[in-house]
C-alpha cells in the first residue's frame, strides 16, 4: 500500500512534443505529490509538486494533473527541449510520516531534436 | 543549486569497512533526510533527523546510523559495508513543517 507505481519506463518524444508520465498510488493518507528530475550523477531536483485538494498545477512548461479518485497523477511536459532529457521520478508523503518519500521508479525520457 | 552539500562526492571502500558521509543542510532547514539509490532505481528512504533526534527510519539494518549537529548538518554512518551497499547515497533538507525536499548532488560509494 506504499507503493506509488510510474509508467512508462522510458519515453522518447520528438523537440516540442508533449511527453505525459503517469503515477497511480494506493495509500490514501498521501497528501503531497512532488516530482522530481534526475540528471545523470546528479541529485534529484524537485520540478513541482501538488497537494490533492486541487486538480491540475502549473509551473513554466511543467504541469501535474491530480486525480484523486483513480489515485493517479501524472506530468505534462508542454513545447519539450531535448535540455528535458532526463530520468523524471514521481513520490508521494504524508505529514504523519514526516514527509518521508516514496519514491517511483522512474522514466528516463529522451527528446530528440 | 539547491543550498545541500555532500562530501565526499566519490568514495571507494573495502567490504567490512566502515564510512562516513556528511551533508550540510540549506539555510534555514532543520530537517535531514538520507535516501539510498540504487543504480536505475528509485530512491529508498534510510531515516531523518530533526532537531539532532532520529525522526523516522525506513526499512534499514542498525549498522546504518546518523547524526544531526546543533546547525543541521548531519553524518550517515555505515558500518560493516557489504557489496550491497554501493549506491548513490543522497541527502535531502527540508523543514518539518513542510513536504518541499531539496536534494544534494550525492556521495557514489563503491564497495569491492
Known amino acids: 500500500q506504499q507503493q506509488v507505481k510510474q509508467s512508462p519506463q522510458s519515453l522518447i518524444v520528438q523537440k516540442g512534443g508533449i511527453p505525459i508520465i503517469n503515477c497511480a498510488y494506493e495509500?490514501?493518507?498521501?497528501?503531497?505529490f512532488p516530482w522530481y528530475q534526475q540528471f545523470p550523477g546528479k541529485g534529484p531536483a524537485l520540478l513541482i509538486a501538488i497537494r490533492p485538494d486541487v486538480s491540475e498545477k502549473k509551473e513554466g512548461r511543467f504541469t501535474i494533473s491530480f486525480n484523486k479518485s483513480a489515485k493517479q497523477f501524472s506530468l505534462h511536459i508542454m513545447d519539450s527541449q531535448p535540455g528535458d532529457s532526463a530520468t523524471y521520478f514521481c513520490a508521494a508523503s504524508t505529514r504523519d510520516s514526516n514527509y518521508q518519500l516514496i519514491w517511483g521508479a522512474g522514466t528516463k525520457l529522451i527528446i530528440k531534436p | 543549486e539547491t543550498g545541500v552539500t555532500q562530501s565526499p562526492t566519490h568514495l571507494i571502500k573495502t567490504r567490512g569497512q566502515q564510512v562516513t558521509l556528511r551533508c550540510s543542510s540549506q539555510?534555514?532547514?532543520?530537517?535531514v533526510s538520507w535516501y539510498q539509490q540504487a543504480l536505475g532505481q528509485g530512491p529508498q528512504f534510510i531515516f531523518q533527523?530533526?532537531?539532532?533526534?532520529?525522526?523516522g527510519r525506513g526499512n534499514f539494518p542498525p549498522r546504518f546510523s546518523g547524526l544531526q549537529f546543533p546547525n543541521y548538518s548531519s553524518e550517515l554512518n555505515v558500518n560493516a559495508l557489504e557489496l550491497d551497499d554501493s549506491a548513490l547515497y543522497l541527502c535531502a533538507s527540508s523543514l518539518v513543517s513542510g513536504g518541499e525536499a531539496f536534494f544534494g548532488q550525492g556521495t557514489r560509494l563503491t564497495v569491492v
Open positions: 533527523y530533526y532537531r539532532e533526534e532520529e525522526n
Open positions: 539555510s534555514g532547514h532543520n530537517t
Open positions: 495509500n490514501t493518507a498521501f497528501d503531497y
